[in-house]
Protein backbone atom coordinates (compact mmCIF):
# COMPACT_ATOMS: atom_id res chain seq x y z
CA UNK A 1 0.00 0.00 0.00
CA UNK A 2 1.51 3.32 -0.75
CA UNK A 3 1.38 6.32 0.93
CA UNK A 4 -1.35 7.81 -0.93
CA UNK A 5 -3.56 5.31 -0.63
CA UNK A 6 -2.83 5.37 3.65
CA UNK A 7 -3.56 8.76 3.26
CA UNK A 8 -7.01 8.47 2.06
CA UNK A 9 -8.07 5.55 3.68
CA UNK A 10 -7.11 7.18 7.24
CA UNK A 11 -8.32 10.61 6.13
CA UNK A 12 -11.78 8.21 5.43
CA UNK A 13 -11.74 6.44 8.37
CA UNK A 14 -11.16 9.12 10.86
CA UNK A 15 -13.83 11.24 9.17
CA UNK A 16 -15.93 8.37 10.13
CA UNK A 17 -14.55 8.23 13.69
CA UNK A 18 -15.76 11.74 14.00
CA UNK A 19 -19.41 11.11 13.05
CA UNK A 20 -19.50 8.34 15.03
CA UNK A 21 -17.96 9.31 18.25
CA UNK A 22 -18.35 13.45 17.68
CA UNK A 23 -22.25 13.50 17.34
CA UNK A 24 -23.27 17.13 20.11
CA UNK A 25 -24.06 19.67 16.99
CA UNK A 26 -25.26 18.88 13.90
CA UNK A 27 -22.41 21.10 11.76
CA UNK A 28 -19.94 18.52 13.57
CA UNK A 29 -21.50 16.18 11.34
CA UNK A 30 -21.67 17.69 8.73
CA UNK A 31 -18.82 18.94 8.63
CA UNK A 32 -17.21 15.27 8.70
CA UNK A 33 -19.47 14.43 6.05
CA UNK A 34 -18.11 16.42 3.75
CA UNK A 35 -14.31 15.91 4.84
CA UNK A 36 -15.50 11.70 3.81
CA UNK A 37 -16.85 13.55 0.76
CA UNK A 38 -13.46 15.20 -0.14
CA UNK A 39 -11.41 12.12 0.65
CA UNK A 40 -14.01 9.89 -1.62
CA UNK A 41 -13.51 12.51 -4.92
CA UNK A 42 -9.82 13.12 -4.11
CA UNK A 43 -9.45 9.14 -4.48
CA UNK A 44 -11.67 8.94 -7.82
CA UNK A 45 -9.72 11.49 -9.09
CA UNK A 46 -6.23 10.05 -8.73
CA UNK A 47 -7.70 6.79 -9.54
CA UNK A 48 -7.71 6.86 -13.21
CA UNK A 49 -4.01 8.07 -13.41
CA UNK A 50 -2.74 5.32 -11.57
CA UNK A 51 -4.63 2.72 -13.57
CA UNK A 52 -4.31 4.94 -16.80
CA UNK A 53 -8.12 4.39 -18.21
CA UNK A 54 -9.98 7.26 -19.37
CA UNK A 55 -13.60 5.54 -18.85
CA UNK A 56 -14.52 6.73 -15.20
CA UNK A 57 -12.83 10.28 -15.05
CA UNK A 58 -16.51 11.49 -14.91
CA UNK A 59 -17.11 10.10 -11.90
CA UNK A 60 -15.26 12.33 -9.62
CA UNK A 61 -17.41 15.52 -11.42
CA UNK A 62 -20.43 13.49 -10.85
CA UNK A 63 -19.68 12.82 -7.31
CA UNK A 64 -18.89 16.38 -6.60
CA UNK A 65 -22.17 17.61 -7.87
CA UNK A 66 -23.81 15.21 -5.16
CA UNK A 67 -22.05 16.56 -2.43
CA UNK A 68 -22.52 19.73 -3.31
CA UNK A 69 -26.35 18.95 -3.29
CA UNK A 70 -25.35 17.41 0.23
CA UNK A 71 -24.02 20.43 1.89
CA UNK A 72 -26.86 22.74 0.81
CA UNK A 73 -29.40 20.34 2.12
CA UNK A 74 -27.40 19.89 5.51
CA UNK A 75 -26.95 23.29 5.79
CA UNK A 76 -30.86 24.35 5.19
CA UNK A 77 -31.37 21.69 8.03
CA UNK A 78 -29.19 22.83 10.38
CA UNK A 79 -30.89 26.74 9.78
CA UNK A 80 -34.22 25.18 10.22
CA UNK A 81 -33.10 23.45 12.78
CA UNK A 82 -31.79 26.40 14.30
CA UNK A 83 -34.54 28.44 13.98
CA UNK A 84 -37.52 26.31 15.17
CA UNK A 85 -35.29 24.43 18.21
CA UNK A 86 -33.08 27.31 18.79
CA UNK A 87 -29.50 25.61 18.81
CA UNK A 88 -27.91 23.01 16.61
CA UNK A 89 -27.90 20.02 19.39
CA UNK A 90 -28.63 16.78 17.80
CA UNK A 91 -30.37 15.45 20.75
CA UNK A 92 -32.79 18.28 19.88
CA UNK A 93 -33.91 16.84 16.76
CA UNK A 94 -35.56 13.58 18.44
CA UNK A 95 -39.18 14.06 17.54
CA UNK A 96 -40.05 12.32 21.10
CA UNK A 97 -38.71 14.52 23.59
CA UNK A 98 -38.35 17.70 21.40
CA UNK A 99 -38.82 21.01 23.45
CA UNK A 100 -39.59 23.54 20.80
CA UNK A 101 -42.56 25.91 21.64
CA UNK A 102 -45.74 25.35 20.83
CA UNK A 103 -47.54 27.56 17.93
CA UNK A 104 -50.79 27.63 19.96
CA UNK A 105 -48.96 29.36 22.62
CA UNK A 106 -47.83 32.35 20.48
CA UNK A 107 -49.70 34.66 18.01
CA UNK A 108 -47.73 36.64 15.72
CA UNK A 109 -47.74 40.64 16.14
CA UNK A 110 -47.43 41.74 12.61
CA UNK A 111 -49.59 43.81 10.75
CA UNK A 112 -48.58 46.21 7.87
CA UNK A 113 -48.88 49.28 9.50
CA UNK A 114 -46.77 48.47 12.27
CA UNK A 115 -43.40 48.89 12.67
CA UNK A 116 -42.45 46.15 14.30
CA UNK A 117 -40.34 42.89 13.38
CA UNK A 118 -42.41 41.12 11.62
CA UNK A 119 -40.68 37.66 12.98
CA UNK A 120 -40.98 39.00 16.80
CA UNK A 121 -43.42 36.83 18.44
CA UNK A 122 -45.59 37.53 21.97
CA UNK A 123 -46.93 35.05 24.35
CA UNK A 124 -50.80 35.45 23.91
CA UNK A 125 -52.54 37.17 27.11
CA UNK A 126 -53.86 34.47 29.63
CA UNK A 127 -57.97 34.58 30.22
CA UNK A 128 -58.23 35.33 33.87
Known amino acids: MSLLHLSFYSSF ?3 CLGLAFHRTHLISALLCLESMMLSMYI ?3 IS ?3 TQTTSIT ?3 ILM ?3 SACEAGTGLAMLVASTRTHGSDHLHNLNPYNAKSPSP ?3 T ?3 SPLS ?3 PYERTPLPTAS
Open 58 to 60: LTP
Open 104 to 106: NNY
Open 13 to 15: TLS
Open 48 to 50: PTE
Open 43 to 45: ALS
Open 115 to 117: PKN
Open 64 to 66: LTF
Open 108 to 110: STY
